[in-house]
């Protein structure tokens, strides 16, 4: 018989690989089939299983650690949902994709017009002077229609965003120029950050004119991740302060998470304009393997981070003992009320940022998607080896799990199983899971 330490290495072994193993088995089965191999194992179907993981591994990363914590979150869905839903409404209703002017980017024609025709500045004499004689003559006349003057307008602002510099100091001398716009022209910009910086002179010499670039791009996809950060702290105050249970706290978050959604886009879906955030889950050359979507290597990226914080890192390692022993946790000192409120609103960033590739996914904010997203995730990460009493489970183990549940789902796709029948499998996969948590740690307690 081998020695107690040789037995403990190889049950850690066998925890540590089981994953893989029944990722390999998952995706066995499937090849089964004749008529399913021939495409299942082809680089175009494994591109679109990568994509498919992504939200699940982003979700499974935050869940990670709430449950190695000793905590459950069933409000990731809507938690999705609602973030997709608030990054399509910021898109739509502040964000350009472009910094040349659109029609709906005039406030006020007939000041604007005013103001142009009777030189109030330097900046309206030179834009005048810019003007065709006809486009001069159409402003002037009173009987041109305001879609004409628009046209025209836009036309003649277009024309200097897109040309050389506008800025010189003579001419906007008497404007006061915004700290972005100064901080832009001082960096002497070309191309693209050309103009931008001449769309924002123009923004500056006209305030009540000209509508607002109002929102960044970088600002759009930060307020849509602190979405999910924000109820993440909520969750976390309720269950560390209150000292209530994570299941029903969580549980009252999904319902008032998903009515949010709803109310705030109308009970619609908020379709979001052409942006840079449409290409991030994009599938490019759809029959290759590579190149993969950016969100593949963010969720890869990720992983590896979050590897390192939860075995290489103090943080890491107090997330674990709260996990195995809360009360021992306490007395050795750790804050356990504050880092529960950490931990959830870390994972809440995560789940926010799996709203963003949702919204990317389908390029709309749906306050119905993600319905039972949250089970998959726990699925995910119980399958990749975590205990749901706390105290145990890995980033990668989780991330295979995430790929399982994923190859899953694309291989019933590919059987031609009903909605219904892959429902059946998911849930009895989750069953397996807690099945085999409980087994675990009815081997480890003896």
Do not use: H
């Not at 072994?13 to 495409?39: K, M, Q, T």
């Not at 002017?101 to 006020?108: L, Q």
């Not at 972005?180 to 002497?188: D, G, M, Q, S, V």
């Not at 993600?370 to 980033?395: P, T």
């Amino acid at each position: 018989m081998g020695s107690p330490g040789s037995t403990i290495k190889i049950k850690k072994l066998l925890n540590l690989l089981g994953p893989f193993f029944g990722l390999l088995f998952v995706i066995g089965l499937f090849c089964l089939s004749s008529e399913v191999r021939p495409y299942f194992l082809t680089g175009a179907n494994f591109k679109i299983i990568l994509t498919q993981t992504v939200i699940v591994a982003i979700g499974a990363l935050g869940m990670t650690m709430i449950i190695v914590s000793g905590g459950i979150d069933l409000s990731v869905g809507s938690v999705v949902a609602l973030a997709s839903v608030v990054g399509a409404t910021l898109l739509v209703k502040g964000y350009r994709d472009s910094s040349v002017f659109s029609p709906d980017d005039i406030r006020d024609i007939p000041r604007l017009v005013s103001n142009l025709r009777t030189g109030t500045n330097p900046v309206s004499r030179f834009l005048w002077d810019q003007l065709p004689a006809e486009r001069k003559q159409l402003l002037a006349d009173a009987g041109s229609t305001p879609a004409q003057k628009t046209s025209a307008l836009i036309e003649a602002l277009n024309r200097l965003v897109r040309g050389p510099s506008l800025y010189e100091t003579q001419r906007f001398g008497g404007v006061a120029l915004s700290k972005e716009t100064r901080k832009l022209a001082e960096l002497n910009p070309q191309e693209a950050g050309l103009m931008r910086l001449n769309r924002l002179l123009l923004e500056d010499a006209y305030p009540m004119e000209l509508a607002k670039n109002r929102f960044s791009l970088m600002r759009v996809l930060a307020l849509t991740v602190l979405v999910g950060c924000g109820i993440g702290m909520l969750n976390g105050l309720a269950i560390a302060g209150l000292r209530m249970m994570p299941f029903i706290v969580t549980l009252g978050m999904m319902g008032i998470a998903r009515g949010t959604s709803k109310w705030l886009a109308g009970n619609q879906t908020v379709n979001a304009p052409e942006s840079p955030v449409n290409n991030i889950m994009a599938l490019v050359e759809p029959l290759e393997l590579f190149p993969l979507p950016s969100g593949v290597w963010i969720a890869v990226a990720l992983a590896a981070f979050m590897g390192v914080v939860m075995r290489q890192t103090v943080f890491g390692r107090y997330v674990f003992a709260i996990g195995s022993n809360e009360s021992t946790a306490r007395l050795c000192g750790i804050r356990v009320r504050l880092y529960k409120v950490v931990i959830y609103a870390f994972a809440g960033l995560f789940f926010g940022l799996a709203g963003l590739m949702q919204l990317s996914r389908l390029t709309q904010g749906d306050p119905t998607v993600a319905i039972g997203l949250e089970l998959d995730i726990i699925a995910a990460v119980v399958i990749g080896g975590a205990s749901l009493n706390g105290g145990a489970g890995s980033i990668l183990g989780s991330m295979i799990g995430a790929l399982i549940m994923a190859v899953l789902r694309n291989g019933s796709n590919q059987m031609g199983w009903p909605t219904f029948m892959q429902e059946i499998i998911i849930g009895i996969v989750i069953i397996l899971a807690v099945g085999l948590d409980r087994l675990r740690q009815s081997r480890t307690t003896t």
